[in-house]
C-alpha cells in the first residue's frame, strides 16, 4: 500500500536550481522523446540552464511542489512580462494534478503583479496540458532555443482578467 502525504507548494529559492534543472532533464526526456528528433531532443537536453533562471526564482517567480520533503515539480514564472517560463513534474508522478496546482499558483503570481495574461511556447506534448490549463493555442512556431536549434512548439495564451 502506498501512502501519499499532502502535496505543499513553497516558494522557489536559487539553493532548488540542480534539483529544478535535474527533474527538468528528466521530464523533457520523458514527456518529449515521442515528439521530437533524437539529434533535436540531444541537444535540447544537454543545454545548460538558462542565464534568466536564477533571476526569476530571486525575483520570487518560482514554486516548488513537494510531498513529504521530496519534489514533485516546479514552475517559473516572469511576472514583469506574464510568461510562463517553465512548469515540470516528476515523470512518475504525472497525472496527480501537480502541474495543475503550480499553474495556478503561478496564475496567482500575475495577478498579484498585475498582469491580464499569461502566455508560453508550449512543447507539442505539454499542448493539452496547458488547453486543460484554459490556455488558448495562438500558432504553432519554431522556438529559437538558446542551443541554437528551432523547437517545434505552440504559442498559447491565458486571459487572466
Known sequence: MTVRHTITLRAASPDDLPVFWDLR?????????????????????AAPAP??????????????????????????????????DAVFVEPAEHGRGIGALLLASLEQMALAAGRERLFLSASLNAVPFYVRGGFQAVREEMYPHRSGIAIASVYMEKQIR
Open 25 to 45: 532533464t528528466r521530464a523533457v526526456a520523458h514527456g518529449c522523446a515521442a515528439h521530437y528528433p533524437e539529434t533535436v531532443l540531444a541537444t535540447w537536453l
Open 51 to 84: 542565464e534568466s533562471l536564477p533571476r526569476l526564482i530571486s525575483a520570487g517567480g518560482g514554486v516548488a511542489a513537494l510531498e513529504a520533503g521530496r519534489l514533485l515539480g516546479y514552475a517559473v514564472l516572469d511576472a514583469a512580462s506574464g510568461e510562463v
